[in-house]
């Protein structure tokens, strides 16, 4: 039997983001090829290539190299073009988006470039299909889409607030931040509920992508049985019995309201909860140790973002002795007013901001084991 076919992928991530996304393909079997700043290129079968997809939490897209060669003029360039086999990649009748980056090279008018891959591959009057063109010292790359709309657009999150986390982001957080999946998962400041959501899609083994649809699906080569063959196996892999908590908590009515249809519409409204809470008022639950993984409003968003973290510190030494904290943070000398000892565990952007995730144990207090979470006479009680 003749081997599948296996094509050059390049996996798209939020800078300081590879080595997880790296970890996530490893996982699936997948070969890598190496990692770089913003993406981790890769081999992959058609069923690798789905199953990255629908599998990766933290990836932003992923495209498929499809031609690469050195064109110091347009000819070239039109040459080259026209030899790739776009009928493989694009859907009929459709004429691609085409977005083009040139450094330090002789065809440096993009709109001229983007112009000769519509020549080359428009099949039709509708749009369809995502073409990328890097070129670098005259060679040229051409990739096409596999993801369709970027990655972090699960499908579910139709509701949000004001400077909402990215998904992916939020993943690479929960990642990032060690958590124990059968341990609880809090946010105190969960805003539209993104980071327990996708904790509770992590805890239940589902994927992340498991309800909307992707660019592949439109290729004339796509494989129905393979897909179902991979979609079936997510299936599989989905955990019975009951899962750990994770529960999100905000101030603002409208935000959890936004979380409670946003969890309905992922499929965890079991497993995530929320309530209106100030974040005075946060409380641990379960019966061992969790996890505080949340992203603090920061910059425009609150003013005297040293006395949210102050606030924020003293709520989790009062109540959450011998859990974990993990901070995403835009000025980490601000949340030093916390008290936690933090260290810096990832370094990204979100929204255009440089973000750094900041991680730390709370210590036990004094006369308190590590699994006593008893509320004490005077604290407040987050409403139901």
Not at 92 to 114: C, F, K, M, N, W
Not at 118 to 127: D, N
Request: charge should be positive.
């Amino acid at each position: 039997m003749p081997r599948p076919e296996t094509h050059r992928c390049l996996a798209v991530t939020p800078p300081g983001v590879e080595e997880l996304t790296a970890r996530e393909l490893t996982a699936l079997g997948i070969t890598l090829r190496r990692t770089f700043r913003g993406g981790v290129e890769f081999r992959a079968s058609d069923r690798q290539l789905y199953a990255a997809n629908l599998w990766s939490r933290t990836a932003t897209r992923i495209v498929v190299r499809v031609a690469r060669f050195v064109a110091p003029a347009f000819a070239d360039l039109e040459r080259e073009l026209e030899a790739v086999a776009w009928e493989r990649w694009l859907p009929p009748g459709t004429t691609p988006d085409v977005r083009v980056s040139s450094t330090s090279s002789r065809l440096y008018h993009t709109d001229a470039v983007a112009a000769r891959v519509v020549a080359a591959a428009a099949r039709g009057p509708a749009s369809g299909g995502l073409v990328v063109v890097r070129i670098v010292h005259d060679r040229v790359m051409v990739s096409v889409d596999s993801s369709g709309a970027p990655l972090h657009q699960r499908g579910w999150r139709l509701d949000q607030g004001p400077a909402p986390l990215r998904e992916t982001l939020a993943a690479a957080a929960i990642l990032c931040s060690g958590w124990d999946a059968a341990a609880p998962l809090v946010d105190p400041l969960c805003g539209s509920g993104t980071i327990v959501i996708e904790a509770a899609l992590l805890a239940a083994g589902r994927p992340p992508g498991g309800d909307r649809r992707f660019a592949f699906q439109d290729w004339p080569t796509f494989a129905p049985g393979t897909w179902a063959s991979v979609t079936a196996g997510a299936g599989a892999d989905a955990r019975a019995g009951p899962l750990p908590v994770t529960r999100g908590s905000d101030r603002d009515t409208a935000a959890v309201a936004a979380a409670r249809a946003n969890s309905a519409r992922a499929g965890v409204g079991d497993a995530a909860t929320f309530s209106v809470a100030a974040l005075a008022a946060a409380v641990a639950d379960g019966d061992r140790p969790g996890w505080i993984v949340t992203n603090p409003p920061y910059g425009k968003r609150v003013a005297g973002d040293e006395r949210l973290y102050a606030q924020l510190g003293e709520v989790a030494r009062r109540r959450f002795g011998g859990w974990t904290v993990a901070l995403l943070v835009a000025d980490p000398r601000a949340a030093r007013a916390s008290g936690l000892a933090l260290e810096e565990r990832l370094r990204t952007v979100n929204g255009g901001i440089p973000v750094h995730l900041l991680v730390g144990a709370v210590p036990v207090r004094s006369g308190h084991g590590p699994h006593d979470h008893r509320r004490r006479a005077g604290d407040r009680r987050a409403p139901d």
